[in-house]
């Protein structure tokens, strides 16, 4: 099993829905974070949870909202999807302590129509 | 206003040649810099990283050097492979404060 987990790989939803992108990690780190990808302008941080208490927004948190459940859960909602928000998106974790190095899941492919 | 800038979109080398990823940054309270790659259909994935109290970090055939006083770090592939062809993203972090800042990437293609 991989050690972040996105569901779904790959979602298509229509404009004004509400969307949840689900990760779960096994890596057993306390931070979580949530990245979209776009064409040409690199990875941008949209929210990060250093524990379950603890959520901030990121760059570009507007239209957003996450939900740590557990220190292995970490989801992020679109409360009403518009097609700006098709992206990729990818969840990441890390261990406070180590390094900073990142372990990232394979991806959300988003297209809102 | 972009913080950790990669101008090359695209890199094409030669395989066994040397490949050199630039990255500029502007925020003098980064402390700590990573070079990730990502293929297509996969997460980034962790390949170096240096402290700023470092001026050269070397794993194998990577290196990244760099010059705190130009904002300026690049990644040394020497030589270059074939399975090296991918996206290369440079990225910052404040002492660790907050999530990592990176750059838009670089495209390296690895030509036989």
């Known amino acids: 099993d991989a050690d972040v987990t996105q569901t779904p790989r790959n979602r298509i939803t229509k404009t004004g829905k509400r969307i949840m992108l689900e990760c779960s990690q096994t890596k057993g780190h306390d931070r979580m974070y949530w990245y979209r990808q776009d064409p040409g302008l690199g990875l941008r941080l949209i929210y990060y949870s250093f524990d379950v208490k603890d959520i901030n927004k990121g760059e570009i948190s507007d239209g957003y909202s996450v939900s740590r459940q557990a220190q292995a859960k970490f989801s992020l909602s679109l409360e009403s999807a518009i097609p700006n928000q098709t992206a990729l998106y990818f969840c990441?974790?890390?261990?406070?302590?180590?390094?900073?190095?990142?372990?990232f899941g394979s991806g959300t492919r988003l297209t809102v129509v | 206003d972009q913080q950790v800038k990669q101008n090359s979109p695209s890199l094409s080398v030669q395989e066994g040649r040397i490949s050199i990823l630039n990255c500029d940054y502007t925020n003098s309270m980064f402390d700590y810099f990573l070079w990730y790659k990502k293929y297509p259909a996969e997460g980034p994935t962790f390949l170096i990283s240096i402290s700023s109290i470092k001026d050269k970090n070397e794993d194998g055939r990577f290196t990244v050097f760099l010059n705190k006083s130009a904002k300026h770090l690049s990644l040394h592939i020497v030589p270059s492979q074939p399975g090296d062809s991918a996206v290369y993203f440079c990225a910052a972090s404040r002492g660790g404060a907050d999530g990592l800042t990176f750059g838009k990437g670089t495209h390296l293609i690895i030509q036989p």
């Open positions: 990441a974790t890390s261990d406070s302590w180590v390094n900073y190095g990142y372990t």
